[in-house]
């Protein structure tokens, strides 16, 4: 059972258009709802985080925008620039532990 | 502060085989998680360490087991070794809450 659905499974943006990504959960137990970036040859790296009692939270060129009713967020990344180029995995926990149900990822693009 | 680090990055295997994996977290850190990545199944949580103690588990057969030292660091073995074990071994620790967890670069077992 995947019990975060993330899509689309690959993206491809012009540079300084808008990059979506979208993410369901089933899990109402969810409590914690952070994005990770990562490059070929690294491991995951936090990009930003939300809880479910807020609807959206911007970090630089970074928002989540999250919809509790709907059990979905999603990641924007707006002005996309060619460096940020990875692959994005959303991910989930809840009752204060670590640990990560990810969603399978998406390969972004951002071509010159 | 240095980051996590994993040993050894590379690693090449048969079949029937086992394989110890080493992480150590970042200092201060007492939680260690390891991930599973493949390219069909994503990133799958096998077990967390705190403290010494495995605090949670994932569904991964009984081959799998890790621990933890006094000092932090972890190691993860897979006994008899199967074709399909070949991915890349995440690593990643934090202080043992919802917090940040941050990953190491991975240790990629291939096995043939």
């Known amino acids: 059972q995947q019990q975060v659905k993330q899509s689309p499974q690959s993206l491809i943006v012009q540079k300084g258009g808008i990059s979506i990504i979208n993410c369901a959960y089933e899990n109402t137990a969810f409590d914690y709802f952070p994005w990770y970036q990562q490059f070929p040859g690294k491991g995951p790296a936090l990009l930003i985080a939300?809880?479910?009692?807020?609807s959206e939270k911007k970090e630089g060129r970074f928002t989540i925008s999250f919809n509790k009713s709907a059990k979905q967020f999603s990641l924007h990344i707006m002005d996309s620039q060619p460096g940020d180029s990875a692959t994005y995995f959303c991910?989930?926990?809840?009752?204060?532990?670590?640990?990560?149900?990810f969603g399978k990822g998406t390969m972004l693009l951002v071509s010159p | 502060k240095a980051g996590v680090t994993q040993t050894p990055r590379y690693l090449i295997k048969t079949r029937g085989q086992q394989v110890t994996l080493s992480c150590s977290p970042i200092s201060g850190h007492r939680s260690v998680s390891w991930y599973q990545q493949t390219p069909g199944q994503g990133l799958q949580f096998l077990f967390e360490y705190f403290s010494e103690t495995q605090r949670n588990k994932g569904n991964f057969p009984g081959r799998f087991s890790g621990r933890q030292f006094s000092n932090s660091r972890s190691e993860m073995n897979v006994s008899t070794l199967e074709l399909g074990d070949s991915a890349l071994y995440l690593c990643a620790s934090s202080s043992g809450g919802q917090e940040t967890q941050y990953f190491g670069p991975g240790t990629r077992l291939l096995v043939l």
């Open positions: 939300i809880r479910p009692d807020v």
């Open positions: 991910a989930a926990t809840f009752g204060g532990y670590s640990t990560l149900t």
